[in-house]
């Protein structure tokens, strides 16, 4: 998953029936993030850092992004919208972090959220795919162990 462009190429267009998760995570209680690049503004996707993974389902991650198509994204936590929406265009780079617990938001290295929950648990990339096509890219996870 890190490092990698991931695109949904098989299943269901408009299910939620492709994904992936890391091999790594980030320590219960440590630092680190997930960067990732938005290749264009097609395609329903979610992406961000969860407590295991149980399968291709939004509401399985904890702390993530919802890219809609044509640049609307928002902040969804175990798949419920938290009331944080912006526009996103081809080319932004995005940031999930976790500080001691605290989960912050980043569009191109600025703060646009944080979290009122606290993250526990060792924390994995996880993602979910609904649109065929769906892509993001350039994948970092840091801080994993």
């Given at each position: 998953?890190?490092?990698?462009?991931?695109?949904?190429?098989?299943?269901?267009?408009?299910?939620?029936?492709?994904g992936a998760v890391s091999s790594q995570a980030i320590p219960a209680g440590g630092s680190g993030y997930v960067e990732f690049t938005?290749?264009?503004?097609?395609?329903?996707?979610?992406?961000?850092?969860?407590?295991?993974?149980?399968?291709?389902?939004?509401?399985?991650?904890?702390?993530?992004?919802?890219?809609?198509?044509?640049?609307?994204?928002?902040?969804?936590?175990?798949?419920?919208?938290?009331?944080?929406?912006?526009?996103?265009?081809?080319?932004?780079?995005?940031?999930?972090?976790?500080?001691?617990?605290?989960?912050?938001?980043?569009?191109?290295?600025?703060?646009?959220?944080?979290?009122?929950?606290?993250?526990?648990?060792?924390?994995?990339?996880?993602?979910?795919?609904?649109?065929?096509?769906?892509?993001?890219?350039?994948?970092?996870?840091?801080?994993?162990?």
């Amino acid at each position: 998953l890190v490092g990698k462009a991931l695109t949904k190429v098989g299943g269901c267009d408009g299910c939620q029936d492709a994904g992936a998760v890391s091999s790594q995570a980030i320590p219960a209680g440590g630092s680190g993030y997930v960067e990732f690049t938005t290749p264009d503004t097609g395609g329903l996707r979610v992406i961000g850092l969860s407590v295991g993974n149980s399968g291709t389902f939004e509401a399985d991650i904890d702390f993530g992004l919802k890219f809609w198509p044509g640049g609307g994204v928002d902040v969804r936590e175990n798949g419920a919208y938290v009331g944080v929406e912006t526009r996103y265009q081809a080319g932004d780079r995005w940031r999930i972090a976790v500080d001691m617990g605290v989960v912050s938001y980043y569009r191109n290295g600025t703060l646009f959220y944080r979290s009122t929950r606290a993250a526990t648990g060792p924390l994995l990339v996880d993602t979910a795919f609904y649109s065929s096509g769906a892509k993001l890219s350039d994948i970092t996870l840091s801080g994993a162990q």
